[in-house]
């Protein structure tokens, strides 16, 4: 029997019961997220009840499962299993979860969840587990041999059956690995795939989770599985919005993208040999997606580098978001009014119950939607009034002395469950928003703000830099600034980059000196050797040709992307806005950016990328939006998927979302990416 | 239902009388119609015997010394008693000392045999695969080289082959070999359960092989290859263990049931088992039928392990003992130990048949198989066939010598004899209303008056132009049509094709009235039947000897008919029949992508001849390459396997699919040209593929392990691409041995990434001396570099770290004074800081400190940062007066210190000592501000005349009196 058909009410054919909203600038494509989320769902679940194994009466097993990172435990089971965005709370006051807690369904008897290079008591599910699935991705090889160790540790008994579902599929090496470390022949491990290639984390943002991507591609230099992954990813998602008639490509890897995508439909295409004969070479119309752009992170290295200054990209900063959650204390969220007063004592209240929960950050709520994207000197005041309007329609309606109609009453009730809604989230993010607000008035976040801003302008710091180190500053922070220092001034100078190097090495250890060496293989970092002059570098020149500096902008009510920090517009969006107009004689631009760009429209029947290359589109992306728009629907944008290859940071996410609210823009934007991270976890990955 | 009488009481003479009473009533009617007469009755149904090809020779390639005897085969060293002289007597003695298997390919396929000793009397035997007409596909000993230490051919169970014509051999302990028909393995050699436990039962099944063992376990491989969905081994059970073939193109998925337990909890034990095949359950996964000693059967589903009783205790009185499914699935045939052949309903609910076997032998039939859907077949040594109808009739048929094989296909059964093949089949009914004896079917009519009018008698065409006239000519023709596609006679396929032919004569015109030009579907079945009956008496051939019936034809598709042939190793007659018959493009492609590979296998010239021959033999016509991607590269692995390398890289320049092109580059040995062409399509798999196939073949070709590995390591450091290069050492990386990646860096002159390798590997270490050995090494290979002054330069400070970091620990008898770190600050910190615990050691500790700092030349500013945090974290407040108060001046000013005194929230008295040494007022102002010293930071605001900061400190400070002074401030500045 399938496994599906035994509990049709979760996988059952939903898709009759789905209203898709309209087309909005924040949800351009309904039909991708659903069909995506769907489909993710049905596979995970369908895997998750697969297979009873040694129990031969019961059809249910017990079931643990091990993850291979945590962020893939909360995608798996956060976000794929249930839909954040749909999720309601029972009860008043509480729209969180405990951090342990997953909302699973109660068909599968799951019997706990771990993670895999964390310590835990492997024995004390020894005895009450049928089933250990792991969820592991293929391109971190040291979980190979945590599994096998884990597997060792339980060898004892035989009856459990280990599954490695490998998302989305086990690669040769890893089963060159397997067979290595003796776990093929084990009858009771098995291997299988997940092919979910693509998450929905917002309507307006889609993520390959592909969190090695910048260090396979720019440390490990074995780029070709990320490439074929992004490439395949596309595939499927023009398998859901059907085949973009314009891409463009920018950065080495966004070339090689475009060429697997390429390469990978002229096989399909050939795949299928007796299919009728086709002689045109027209270009492929009638999708839901006008044009894709394909960005290598490489191409903007400085962005990441950049403090935010938007309220996600802060909260990103303070607590951390990963796939759409943050975990914090509950306290931070929730604080016990009575103990207020007294900050010692709450301290020690602090230490006895410090709870983890999980809070889900996305678009459905709409006051975060509203507020993620503003600027720290607005939203403060803004989640005030809100408080204000919200307590004032309350009094409004409880005040005796206004005399109310049974309509009103009936509107009233009618819009409890919007207004506890609300309120819990007002109450959650006046006081994320306080923590939020508390560090970036630090003394420290505003010194290492004028930092960056005068190396953005060119300054060299290096003085300051000695001075962090010495301090002991974090270290992923501190390396966020001497990487932002070597980009602006195309390296460090030479003297300076050995004792800097040394002082990093004997102040934060030894193992540093490797990561250095990452750093500088991902060309982060860099000796500049002497004679040259700072202006040369190419920051300095994109600086200028892209005016990246924007100081006068205003942060309130914003009227450049710049504003997501304060004055600096993130290159690769300033590259977008660029590309709306065309490239035609903006060399002085083309030629600071690493790679070529690619410019091509798709044909059928399909032709490979250099011969693509042979007809360049003659219209700019700007002018082909305003075809679709004469075709089509009055007042509705055509859609641009916007693809970072190597991950994207929050400011940019603002930035892009900014961009497609605004009626000069042409096109709505969707952001398709290997990962949503931050810089500091961006510098973590290489290490 | 028991038959009355019993089968085997003088039989012969029964059914012979009754054969000579019909044919003699024949033969005063009808001068001609010697259809029928060969005929036998199963109660009211007809059978015939079809005898296809005798005195077939079964052909070997051994030596002529090799003793064979038809299907069986001896070894010479297999020594007769000397008494014996008879040539029966020793075919007798032959045959109780050993056993032959004999198999077939379903649908008319080639033949497998097998010898096997029944005592050891022989140690290896021949395995072979012949056609039915007797020559040999392919011949080898069983079993292979490197299995005959562990086995003899006496350990051979079973034999067959599935539906995807492979070979299935298995051996006692459930190892399991596959071949193709070329006798190729397919996979490597596996067992199917744990090889300790014997096995009682085998049986090949249409998709694989399921066993029984002696401890009452089971288990199934199912044998699956590309053309599976994958989805399929996804959803077989969890404890399914995947085995696959080098190429990943066959693959087996092996469940074991553990039906042993249920065995145990039902006190009973398992006799035989019978697999139900996977297109016909409901779970689209096989299930396993095992008879219990306690006369039921257990239904195992295999992709659940879920085992249900059938309970059929009331309708079968003895355990059973032999069980087979009908063709359609629909029946069950089941023989018990009290010799009653029981036919049931798959689901068990209804019984069709008992039939008692018991009188004519108390023996378990040595073969039993349906013949088509309605009739089963018992065969007993030294008895002869029986066939036992639905309603109980049986026929016997005689058979001259005892060694008959049975080979059950969906329309018919074939029997193979020692110089014989024919196939009993009942007759088709349509053939049977026509031919049978005073039809007067409008079929039978037409036939007739075809004859006449063929055989020039002046006949009328009356009687046709009735049957038109009745609009029954139409159906009429179709069934001359459908009648001689079932025939295997060409005179009478003739025949009947001439009597369609005929009565379309009558039919057509009376449509070709209206002017209608095109031809009516009749006309349409006409040319298929006639293309259809072609294609099938060119296999039943002599020289391609495949006997194929029209409705195996059906069954297997055109398409598969092609596909056969190929693996029958006849591509040129594929190739023939696909164009023949139009198929579509990528069927004709690859038929003539193995004709292409069979020609270079065979062509002799120089290799741009051999390779333009065979372009021309893909391109067939067609003039696009991109349309043949995958056809040059398996050509090109033909031409390789055949000696042919220049042959093979010419086609492969033509080859564009990247899938096809690597593995035949492999083929070829042209690895760094595999690598370059995986590299190039971005194909990690395929990398890493090259990469494992090159070692492979460079350990193959070099006795000297550490030679090979040498020759390995330079050519991917100096042919193969970077990414192949990063590949192979990201996969090292993770191998227990640092050495193995070391090597392969330090080749490439990589010192700084071969130091860090081994460096890193020193620091997971955490044996103390492991760990300083792979220091020193490290730091060896740093020095090797020359950009690697700070790689071995702070290597080797780390090696003195540590050494330090023991001797403090020993010095001052706590582990916590400079625990375990790689970090110079943090251990001069943890000594500091340890001051705040041994009060009394105090002065030693801070020497201790400041030796360190200068031992590893800590800058003077960054170890006055040091000692400020640490002292600020242990609590030494005092101490960091005394250090602020020092005869030196700070070299980092008092900034850090007044901080460190904020966040350690001292007293505002002590903060502000501090504060008040630093001298910048835009730094006296953010500390104020920092330590909410709003007064004093209004003043400095003051002093500074900066409105903005005054405005700052207004919003922040949150008192209403300082808020005022801000007020006043901001008014004294704005004058």
Same mark, same amino acid.
């Given at each position: 029997m399938l496994a599906n058909m035994d509990n049709p009410?979760?996988?059952?054919?939903?898709e009759s019961e789905i209203i898709l909203p309209p087309p909005t600038?924040?949800?351009?494509?309904?039909?991708v997220s659903v069909a995506l989320r769907l489909d993710n769902k049905e596979q995970l679940l369908t895997l998750l009840q697969s297979d009873p194994s040694?129990?031969?009466?019961?059809s249910s097993f017990r079931q643990l499962l091990v993850f291979g990172t945590e962020s893939l435990r909360t995608l798996l089971l956060r976000q794929v299993l249930s839909d954040p965005h749909a999720r309601t709370f029972q009860g008043k006051k509480k729209n969180w979860d405990?951090?342990?807690f997953f909302p699973l369904p109660a068909s599968i008897t799951i019997v706990g969840t771990q993670i895999l290079n964390q310590e835990h008591g492997g024995d004390e599910t020894?005895?009450?587990?049928?089933v250990i699935t792991y969820f592991l991705s293929?391109?971190?090889?040291s979980q190979m041999h945590l599994v096998a160790k884990y597997i060792r540790n339980l060898k004892?008994?035989?009856?459990i059956h280990h599954r490695l579902i490998f998302l989305p599929q086990p690669s040769a090496i890893i089963h060159k690995m397997m067979k290595d470390l003796g776990l093929?022949?084990?009858?009771?491990v098995s291997i299988h795939r997940l092919q979910?290639?693509?998450?929905?984390?917002?309507t307006d943002v889609l993520s390959i989770?592909?969190?090695?991507a910048f260090r396979e591609c720019a440390?490990?230099?074995?780029p070709s599985s990320l490439i074929s992954t992004v490439a395949r990813s596309l595939l499927k998602l023009q398998d859901v919005c059907?085949?973009?008639?314009r891409i463009q490509a920018y950065g080495p890897l966004g070339e090689e993208v475009a060429r697997k995508l390429f390469s990978l439909t002229v096989d399909e295409y050939l795949a299928?040999?007796?299919r009728p004969e086709e002689q045109s070479g027209q270009v492929i119309s009638g999708?839901?997606?006008?044009a894709l752009i394909i960005i290598d992170r490489k191409v903007d290295l400085v962005t990441p580098m950049i403090s935010p200054l938007t309220y996600e990209g802060l909260l990103d900063d303070v607590v951390g978001i990963d796939c759409g959650f943050i975990t914090l204390d509950v306290s931070t969220i929730n604080p016990d009014e009575n103990d207020n007063t007294d900050a010692l004592k709450q301290d020690q209240v602090k230490e006895k119950k410090k709870e983890l929960v999980s809070l889900g950050v996305n678009g459905s709520d709409t006051l975060y939607a509203e507020v993620r994207d503003q600027h720290v000197e607005k939203f403060g005041s803004f989640l005030q009034n809100q408080a204000k309007a919200l307590r004032e329609s309350h009094a409004n309606f409880t005040s005796k002395d206004k005399k109310k109609d049974l309509a009103e009453i009936h509107q009233f009730v009618k819009n409890i469950p919007v207004f506890t809604q609300n309120l819990r989230s007002l109450t959650n993010h006046i006081h994320l928003a306080e923590l939020v607000k508390h560090t970036s008035e630090e003394t420290t976040f505003r010194e290492r703000w004028q930092m960056e801003r005068s190396i953005l302008e060119g300054d060299t710091c290096y003085d300051m830099l000695d001075d962090l180190v010495a301090c002991q500053f974090p270290p992923y922070r501190f390396f966020r600034l001497l990487c932002l220092q070597s980009l602006c001034a195309g390296g460090i100078k030479s003297s300076r980059y050995d004792s800097l190097r040394r002082d990093v090495i004997q102040t934060y250890g030894y193992e540093y000196l490797f990561i250095l060496g990452n750093l500088e293989k991902a060309g982060l970092l860099r000796r500049r050797d002497g004679?040259?002059?700072?202006?040369?570098?190419p920051f300095n020149n994109l600086r200028k040709s892209l005016i990246l500096?924007?100081?006068?902008?205003?942060?309130?009510?914003?009227?450049?992307?710049?504003y997501v920090s304060s004055g600096y517009a993130p290159i690769s969006v300033r590259l977008i806005q660029t590309a709306m107009k065309g490239w035609n004689g903006r060399d002085e631009i083309l030629r600071e950016i690493p790679g070529r760009i690619v410019d091509v429209e798709q044909h059928s029947p399909p032709q490979d990328l250099a011969s693509a290359l042979k007809?360049?589109?003659?219209?700019?992306l700007g002018a082909l939006a305003e075809v679709e728009v004469a075709d089509g629907v009055k007042g509705k944008k055509p859609v641009l998927i916007v693809t970072y290859v190597g991950g994207v940071t929050f400011t940019e996410l603002a930035a892009l979302r900014f961009l497609s609210k605004r009626?000069?823009?042409p096109y709505h934007i969707v952001c398709l990416t290997t990962k949503v991270m931050n810089g500091c976890s961006f510098l973590q990955s290489l290490s | 239902m028991v038959a009355s009488s019993n089968p085997f009481d003088d039989p012969i003479l029964e059914t012979e009388t009754a054969y000579t009473e019909q044919s003699s009533v024949e033969d005063k009617e009808f001068s001609?119609?010697?259809?029928?007469?060969?005929w036998q009755y199963l109660g009211d149904l007809p059978y015939r015997r079809i005898p296809?090809?005798?005195?077939? $020779?079964?052909?070997?390639? #051994?030596?002529?010394?090799m003793q064979q005897n038809c299907l069986a085969w001896y070894p010479q060293g297999l020594s007769k008693p000397q008494?014996?002289?008879d040539p029966k007597e020793i075919r007798n003695w032959y045959q109780t000392t050993t056993q032959t298997h004999v198999k077939a390919c379903p649908h008319g396929g080639p033949i497998a045999t097998c010898t096997v000793p029944l005592?050891?009397?022989?140690?290896t035997t021949q395995l072979r695969i012949l056609t039915?007409?007797?020559?040999?596909l392919s011949q080898q000993e069983f079993p292979p080289a490197d299995y005959r230490e562990r086995y003899n051919?006496?350990?051979?169970?079973c034999l067959g082959f599935t539906s995807r014509t492979t070979l299935v051999v298995v051996l006692n302990d459930s190892l399991c070999f596959t071949y193709n028909l070329k006798g190729q393995?397919?996979? $490597?050699p596996f067992y199917? #359960?744990?090889?300790s436990i014997p096995l009682l039962q085998a049986k090949v099944y249409e998709g694989g092989v399921a066993v029984l063992t002696k401890n009452q376990d089971a288990a199934i491989a199912e044998l699956l290859d590309?053309?599976?969905?994958?989805?399929y081994s996804q959803t077989s059970h969890l404890s399914a263990r995947r085995i696959e073939s080098d190429d990943l193109s066959h693959y087996a998925l092996v469940t074991i049931l553990p039906t042993s337990e249920y065995a145990k909890r039902h006190f009973c034990t398992f006799s035989t088992l019978a697999v139900f095949s996977r297109l016909r359950t409901t779970s689209q996964h096989p299930e396993l039928f095992l008879s219990t000693s306690d006369n039921s059967v257990i239904v195992v589903?295999?992709?659940?392990i879920k085992m249900t009783d059938v309970d059929c205790r009331v309708r079968v009185n003895s355990p059973i003992v032999d069980m087979v499914f009908a063709p359609n699935g629909r029946f069950l045939a089941c023989f018990t130990e009290s010799c009653i052949l029981t036919v049931i309903s798959t689901s068990f609910e209804t019984k069709v048949l008992d039939f008692d076997t018991s009188e004519g032998s108390q023996q378990v039939p040595s073969q039993m198989e349906w013949c088509g859907e309605d009739s089963v077949v018992l065969h007993w040594k030294g008895l002869g066939v029986l066939m036992v109808g639905p309603y109980g009739d049986w026929l016997r048929f005689p058979y001259e010598d005892d060694t008959v094989y049975l080979v059950p296909e969906i329309d018919c059964c074939r029997v193979i004899t020692d110089s014989a093949i024919e196939i009993l089949q009942r007759v088709p009914p349509v053939t049977a209303q026509m031919l049978?004896?005073?039809?007067?079917?409008t079929s039978a009519m037409l036939v007739d008056a075809a004859d006449a009018f063929y055989s020039g008698?002046?006949?009328?065409d009356n009687t046709v132009r009735d049957i038109a006239a009745s609009d029954q000519l139409i159906p009429a023709v179709e069934t001359c049509l459908e009648a001689a596609t079932r025939e295997f006679d060409i005179v009478q396929q003739k025949r009947l094709l001439r009597a369609a032919s005929y009565g379309m004569h009558f039919s057509y015109k009376s449509i070709e009235a209206k002017g209608v030009v095109q031809p009516s579907p009749t006309a349409q079945e006409f040319v298929v039947a006639a293309r259809k009956l072609r294609v099938l008496n060119r296999l039943r051939h002599p020289n391609v000897g495949w006997i194929a019936t029209s409705a195996q034809y059906d069954t297997m598709t055109p398409i598969g008919v092609v596909a056969r042939l190929i693996a029958l190793q006849r591509p040129a007659l594929a190739c023939s029949i696909s164009q023949y018959l139009g198929l579509p493009k990528s069927v004709q492609i690859f038929a003539r992508a193995s004709k292409a590979a069979a020609y270079v296998m065979a062509a002799e010239g120089t290799d741009a001849q051999v390779a333009e021959v065979a372009t021309e033999i893909i391109l067939g016509g067609a003039g696009d390459h991109s349309l043949h991607r995958g056809a040059y590269a398996t050509v090109a692995m033909a031409a390789n396997q055949a000696g042919r390398p220049g042959v093979a890289n010419l086609l492969l320049l033509l080859e564009t699919s990247v899938v096809d092109k690597v593995p035949a580059l492999l083929s070829t040995g042209a690895y760094a040209d595999a690598m370059a062409v995986a590299t190039q399509a971005r194909d990690l798999d395929f990398i890493f593929s090259s990469l494992m196939e090159y070692e492979r073949s460079c350990l193959a070709n070099s006795s000297d392990v550490s030679k090979a590995q040498a020759a390995f390591l330079g050519m991917v450091v100096s042919k193969f691409t970077p990414e192949g290069f990063h590949t192979l050492r990201r996969y090292l990386q993770t191998?227990?041995?640092?050495k193995s990646v070391t090597n392969l860096l330090i080749r490439a002159q990589q010192f700084a990434a071969a130091g860090t390798a081994m460096a890193q590997r020193a620091l997971q270490e955490h044996d103390a001396r492991e760990k300083q050995g792979l220091l020193a090494e490290a730091s060896r290979i740093f020095g090797l570099?020359?950009?690697?002054a700070l790689h071995k330069a702070s290597t080797d400070d780390y090696a003195e770290l540590i050494r330090d970091q023991e001797t403090l620990r020993t010095k001052h008898n706590?582990?916590?004074?400079?625990?375990?770190?790689?970090s110079v600050t943090s251990t001069i910190a943890s000594v500091i800081k340890f001051a705040a615990i041994q009060m009394r050691d105090q002065h030693r500790l801070f020497s201790d400190a400041e030796k360190l700092a200068k031992k590893y030349r800590v800058p003077e500013k960054r170890f006055w940062h040091i000692q400020v945090i640490a002292l600020a974290e242990s609590q030494q407040w005092s101490n960091l007066r005394i250090l602020s108060e020092?005869?030196?001046?700070?070299?980092?000013?008092?900034k850090p210190f007044a901080r460190a005194a904020i966040r350690g929230k001292q007293s505002s008295a002590e903060i502000l000592k501090y504060i008040d040494r630093v001298s910048a007022n835009e730094e006296r102002y953010d500390l104020f501000c920092e330590a909410s010293l709003w007064k004093r930071a209004l003043e400095e605001a003051g002093k500074l005349k900066d409105t903005r900061r005054v405005l700052n400190v207004k919003t922040l400070c949150n008192s209403n009196e300082i808020q005022l002074l801000a007020d006043e401030m901001l008014g004294r500045l704005a004058q």
């Open positions: 009410g979760i996988v059952a054919d939903k600038p924040l949800n351009p494509l309904p039909a040694a129990g031969l009466a019961s405990s951090h342990l020894e005895g009450n587990v049928d293929p391109a971190d090889l004892k008994s035989f009856r093929t022949s084990a009858p009771n979910m290639d693509i998450y929905p984390l917002e989770e592909y969190n090695e440390v490990e230099s074995t059907g085949k973009i008639p299928d040999r007796d999708g839901d997606v006008t004679l040259w002059i700072d202006t040369t570098s500096i924007n100081a006068e902008v205003d942060t309130v009510e914003p009227d450049d992307v710049s007809t360049p589109p003659n219209k700019t009626p000069s823009f | 001609a119609s010697p259809a029928e007469a060969s296809i090809y005798s005195h077939v $020779q079964w052909r070997s390639s #051994c030596p002529s010394s008494h014996l002289v005592t050891d009397s022989f140690r039915n007409s007797g020559q040999i051919a006496v350990d051979i169970l393995a397919l996979l $490597q199917v #359960c744990q090889e590309h053309h599976d969905e994958e989805e589903e295999v992709s659940t049978s004896i005073g039809s007067i079917e008698t002046s006949a009328d191998t227990a041995d640092v570099g020359k950009d690697t706590a582990p916590e004074v400079a625990p375990p770190s790689s020092s005869k030196t001046k700070s070299p980092i000013g008092y």
